[in-house]
């Protein structure tokens, strides 16, 4: 028997299953509940207002059905369950008996089995009721409007059959009964299958391969997908309240689950990650997982498009053309296959690889509701992103993070950041990728032999380019690879050997690459011309016509472009965005008509660039302009039309060219008059100069507290570019005179690579900084990048940054070095009782250490007693936090014996630890002992009235805390008056935090005013 009661205790679930089903399903149920009067007129146009959310009409539907009787809920189960029946069935509706004494109430009655009749035939209803008077052009056009599906036309039909007394119900009703019956829900489900299947098999045959750079093999994408570490964002920058979580890991499988779900009314799932971390290979596996029948059933059409290919799509097109023409065009049926995606979009996915390539910016100034109705490309894409178009579709969105504006995050229902390997990832991927005995291993033992390289290997473009160079690898060793343009060269030296293979061995001294340097200079022009114009793809007239030759393209950076539109002609483009850049580095650099103060555009490029000359140039491969015309524009004129942060690529790689490193190699290949000094001492002045005006627009420091600065995009950037020049000497005059006490970074994806290069830089400031690296991508590799700055540090803060114990313990070994370096912010990592041995001879030999934040990690009892022992020998610890772990009464027991006589320690954090009553003894004992303890922290445990007199009998004896915070445990009023009566003797303390505890309202307003200090 259904209650009302159970009904209310199953309404979360409820809301759950009808908000996530269609609207098309929300309206079967009204239809059933208004054919068996559950609903009343006025009820169902409360809850059928078009353009709410549907969480809403479900939860005003839920009250509704409340306030009924017992039975309207029992009725309600009825309705979902039949409307999930209706849903399967395939067989003909039934037929209705007529009661033509009144007809609106007939309507009413059979108002689901009608819809099913005559969602088919609106249309012709329409046009019959207009030729007869009883509707108007007006009205007929309200019913038709393109964003209704059939059956929701097919109900507000109904509805206004139901409001008009001019006889048209009873019209209605005598046609509808002589309208054929429909076969099946969907007028021909055939075509609808054939489609799928055609679909699929272009999906399957198009995600099957992940084609090797080189071209020379094509590897099966199933063989070497490797996991990619995926976060999901929850909410924008940081802003969650302490000691709540950043980010989240999640899998593959669940990312359109509604964790992390910021937006509920929105459709898009958006996944952010830098550039080769991942983002196409990753939709590429999701689009194979669904073309194999592996996962992502709800989906029954995914529709894969490329935001780089869809740029060049030049006239106008609807959501019909899109995915039809520009994705896989249906053989038969065109039309009712596409009524069917309109009127089921929760089965359907369209994802967007590569937003950041595409050339137009995010705007919701143009609304266009219309799917067969045509419009520019980016205006579909745009809406469809909205929701405007095929509303409860899902749509995946790929962007590197500086397309991403808060603008479009408006419309992002949840957001992914992709991460790049872990380190068992890295070993993975080597593996599959060498299935030889034995290579993988020396390939493994060698990165981790080198760390700088290892951490370049946690962007999966890095870990691809060792593994194709792991022979060049070998037999060289990789000690002197640090930087981005190291491994550049290296793969350029790899794809040069590659293509000639009876070249002699290459080796230091060795002019490798002269040979190449035309073939390289032509690539690079192209590079750079296509990078000015936005354009990532190439017509085969566009390479002819800057000179690129069929030998260029034997090199293997050209390759064949990946497109699913059955319309655009074979092109090529670089294999990857960022070689792109690389080529156009070697080209600003050695090209002979590019002047060294063209360079001054790479690092003064702070205007967004002019869309207008994309615009007005390419929209068709083949019309776009000839390389030479470009060239008219200047180099300088196409770097600053560029996307800036290709340009920061490129800028990045020219400094690593001009790196003592590779000057040798560079110099080897420059014409007689080329400028290549003027180059390099105007790079290093445009750097050194760039930092200082970044340096000297931070604002000047509040009175009380040291200057600090938050870094902004460029300065990650900057210092990238820094390292990549290894100019030690540059750095050096960089930060030399940088006067900041607090340094913060969080939330740059900040990977092993950028710590790399901020300890580069950082390591000469003069005076000690507290870095703030939280929320980033540190992990172990970079921890150990970070260690020669460590000397300049005195506190780092590295939250949420994936670091286990490995990383700990390497940075505590050097720490105990370092005499300045006093507080250590590990919260929300992943480590365990394993590096507590180490966290223990920190506190225990480094006797001026102030704070360890350990919270929201994995330490248990054991850990506890190893850092209590740390404790017992030390005597400077101000704060120890341990929120979010499991120390459980044994820890806390530990920890407070350790601290009876300890003369330092002002804050303590157990907060959710598990602790019960002999936690809570210990604790009150040390609290009879301890004297200098100011904050004792032990929310969300098991205390009870018990544990409250146990502490209070401590806190008799205590002279020293002032904030008790007991929030959210068991204690009651009971407890609570055995608390007053201590605070009446007691002025030290300020405030008892007893918020979320046993109290009734009435008990909360006496206890408020018998002492105010006591947080209720
Ligand atoms: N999950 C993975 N498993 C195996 N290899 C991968 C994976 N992800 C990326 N790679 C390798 O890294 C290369 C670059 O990845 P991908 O092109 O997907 O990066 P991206 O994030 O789309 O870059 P961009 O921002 O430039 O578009 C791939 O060609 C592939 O060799
Ligand atoms: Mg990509």
């Not at 849903?87 to 309507?107: C, F, K, Y």
């Not at 709540?244 to 990312?255: A, H, N, R, S, Y």
């Not at 370096?821 to 180490?838: M, V």
Request: glycine fraction near 6%; aromatic fraction near 8%; hydrophobic fraction near 40%.
């Amino acid at each position: 028997m259904c209650t009302q009661e159970f009904f209310q205790a199953q309404r979360s679930q409820l809301v759950g299953q009808l908000a996530l089903r269609s609207l098309e399903n929300f309206e079967s149920i009204l239809d059933y509940l208004l054919s068996w009067e559950v609903l009343t007129w006025e009820d169902y146009e409360s809850v059928s207002l078009p353009g709410q959310p549907l969480s809403t009409l479900a939860r005003r539907l839920l009250d509704i059905i409340w306030n009924k009787s017992g039975q309207s809920c029992e009725l309600l189960f009825a309705a979902v369950k039949k409307a999930e029946e209706t849903e399967e069935q395939t067989e003909p509706p039934r037929l209705w008996s007529q009661d033509v004494a009144s007809p609106a109430q007939d309507l009413q009655r059979h108002r689901p089995v009608i819809v099913r009749k005559i969602y088919g035939h609106v249309e012709g209803i329409l046009d019959l009721l207009l030729e007869r008077g009883f509707i108007t052009k007006y009205e007929c056009d309200e019913i038709r409007l393109p964003i209704f599906t059939s059956s929701q036309r097919a109900r507000r039909l109904l509805d206004f059959a139901k409001v008009k007394e001019n006889g048209v119900a009873q019209f209605l009703l005598q046609h509808v009964h002589q309208l054929p019956v429909l076969p099946a829900p969907f007028p021909d489900a055939t075509a609808c299958q054939k489609y799928r299947a055609k679909l699929k098999a272009t999906v399957s045959a198009q995600s099957r391969f992940l084609s090797t750079y080189d071209g020379t093999e094509n590897l099966y994408l199933e063989d070497i997908y490797t996991e990619n570490i995926l976060e999901v964002r929850k909410g924008g920058g940081g802003g969650g309240a302490p000691g709540q979580k950043g980010c989240d890991t999640v899998e593959l499988p669940d990312i359109f689950s509604d964790s992390g779900c910021v937006n509920e009314h929105a459709d898009t799932v958006l996944l952010v990650g830098e550039a080769g971390s991942g983002k196409s290979t990753l939709l590429q596996q999701l689009h194979r997982l669904w073309a194999t029948g592996r996962l992502f059933h709800r989906f029954l059409f995914v529709f894969p498009f490329s935001c780089r290919q869809l740029q060049y799509v030049d006239k106008p097109v609807s959501v019909k053309t899109l995915l039809f023409e520009q994705c896989c065009w249906p053989d038969e049926g065109q039309q009712e296959v596409f009524q069917y995606l309109l009127d089921h979009p929760d089965r359907v996915l369209i994802t967007f690889d590569g937003f950041d390539e595409f050339k137009f910016k995010f705007t919701d100034r143009e609304t266009h509701c219309s799917p067969t109705d045509p419009t520019s490309v980016q205006n579909l894409l745009f809406n469809l992103l909205r929701g405007n178009l095929m509303k409860n579709a899902k749509k995946v969105l790929t962007s590197r993070p500086h397309a991403i504006t808060p603008f479009l995050r408006k419309y992002v229902r949840k957001e992914l950041g992709l991460k790049g390997f872990s380190q068992e990832g890295i070993e993975l991927f080597m593996r599959r990728h060498h299935s030889e005995p034995g290579l993988a291993d020396r390939i493994v033992r060698l990165l981790k032999a080198t760390s700088a390289l290892h951490g370049l290997c946690h962007v999966p473009v890095f870990s691809w380019i060792v593994s194709r160079c792991h022979k060049e690898l070998l037999q060289r060793g990789c000690g002197s690879l640090k930087t981005t343009t190291d491994m550049y060269l290296l793969i350029l030296r790899h794809f040069v050997m590659h293509a000639s293979p009876g070249a002699a061995a290459w080796g230091p001294g060795i002019p490798f690459l002269r040979p190449w340097l035309p073939t390289i200079l032509r690539l690079g022009r192209l590079a750079l011309w296509g990078l000015g114009t936005c354009s990532y793809v190439f017509s085969a007239k566009q390479l002819w016509a800057s000179g690129v030759e069929e030998e260029d393209l034997s090199l293997g950076f050209l390759v064949r472009s990946k497109s699913f539109s059955q319309e655009s002609s074979a092109s090529l483009e670089f294999l990857h965005i960022t070689l792109q850049c690389f080529f156009a580095a070697f080209y600003l650099l050695l090209g002979a008509d590019v002047s060294a103060s063209a360079l001054r555009r790479l690092f003064h490029h702070h205007k967004k660039p002019s869309r207008s000359l994309a615009r007005r140039f390419p929209v068709s491969c083949l019309q776009a302009p000839e390389p030479e015309e470009a060239e008219e524009a200047s180099v300088s004129g196409l770097l600053q039309k560029a996307e800036p942060h290709n340009v920061q690529i490129t800028a990045a790689f020219l400094a690593g060219l001009l790196s003592r490193e590779h000057r040798g190699l560079v110099t080897q290949c420059q014409g007689a008059s080329s400028p290549l000094p003027q180059k390099q001492t105007l790079v290093r002045r445009c750097l050194a100069l760039a930092l200082r005006r970044h340096f000297q627009s931070i604002p000047p420091a509040v009175p009380g507290e040291g200057k600090s600065m938050h870094a902004m995009p460029e300065f990650v950037w900057l210092i990238r570019s820094l390292y990549e020049m290894q100019d030690e000497r540059l750095a050096r005059e960089a930060v030399s005179k940088l006067g900041v006490g607090h340094l913060k970074v969080t939330y740059c994806n900040i990977g092993p690579a950028e710590c790399a290069a901020l300890a580069f830089v950082l390591k000469n400031l003069q005076q000690p900084v507290a870095l703030q690296l939280d929320y980033n991508a540190v992990g172990d590799v970079g921890v150990e990048q970070l260690l020669p700055c460590l000397p300049v540090c005195h506190a780092l803060y590295l939250r949420d940054n994936n670091i286990s114990d490995l990383g700990i313990c390497r940075l505590v070994d050097q720490a105990l070095q370092c005499e300045q370096f006093q507080k250590l912010a590990l919260f929300n990592n992943k480590l365990t009782d394993d590096c507590t041995h180490s966290l223990a001879s920190l506190l225990k030999y480094k006797q001026n250490f102030l704070s360890l934040r350990l919270g929201n990690n994995h330490i248990t009892a054991v850990g506890a007693k190893v850092l209590a022992e740390g404790l017992k020998g030390n005597d400077s610890l101000q704060c120890l936090g341990l929120w979010g772990n499991k120390v459980g009464d044994e820890g806390a027991r530990a920890l407070a014996s350790a601290l009876h006589d300890h003369p330092s320690l002002k804050w303590l954090s157990l907060v959710g630890n598990n602790i019960g009553s002999l936690g809570a003894q210990a604790l009150a004992l040390m609290l009879e002992k301890n004297v200098s303890l100011e904050e004792l922290c032990l929310e969300e445990n098991h205390l009870q009235d018990e544990d409250m007199c146990a502490l209070v009998c401590g806190l008799k004896k205590n002279s020293s805390l002032k904030i008790l915070k007991l929030s959210n445990n068991s204690i009651t009023l009971q407890g609570v008056s055995a608390l007053l009566q201590v605070l009446e003797g007691n002025a030290t303390i300020k405030s008892v935090w007893l918020r979320g505890n046993i109290f009734t309202p009435e008990e909360i307003e006496q206890l408020s005013l018998m002492d105010a200090r006591l947080l209720l």
